[in-house]
Nanobody, 129 residues
Framework: QVQLVESGGGLVQAGGSLKLSCAVS????????MGWFRQAPGKEREFVIA????????IYADSVKGRFTISRDNAKNTVYLQMNGLKPEDTAVYYC??????????????????????WGQGTQVTVSS
């Protein structure tokens, strides 16, 4: 059973920073493409950012480019989301997710939540203006 546990959410003022972590159980973390999604009240879940299995490739939503960074530590079975320059519109529940896919195809449909098999429970991020 694969489990994903997010942490690091909270309340921050606009312009501030937060770092989210997602710890993944199991011995096959390095075989997963990892992504972060978010869902604001009344809105659909949206893609934020993803990282390849090795960490050498990343894909960002336009709304977070230049502000958010994703990284992973395969030795610690953990993926991170560093969020800088936070805006009130970043307020949402943030979910990490794991996807099983061949490394050569990791970026195909990576923004679709339907491509991810395992999900965390989410962590709330609130940005005040």
């Amino acid at each position: 059973q694969v489990q994903l546990v997010e942490s690091g959410g909270g309340l921050v003022q606009a312009g501030g920073s937060l770092k989210l972590s997602c710890a993944v159980s199991g011995r096959t973390f390095s075989s997963y493409v990892m992504g972060w999604f978010r869902q604001a009240p009344g809105k659909e879940r949206e893609f934020v950012i993803a990282i390849s299995r090795s960490g050498g490739g990343t894909i960002y939503a336009d709304s977070v480019k230049g502000r958010f960074t994703i990284s992973r530590d395969n030795a610690k079975n953990t993926v991170y989301l560093q969020m800088n320059g936070l805006k009130p519109e970043d307020t949402a529940v943030y979910y990490c997710a794991a996807r099983i896919v061949d490394d050569s195809r990791w970026s195909l449909r990576v923004t679709s939540h339907m491509e991810y098999r395992y999900w965390g429970q989410g962590t709330q991020v609130t940005v005040s203006s």
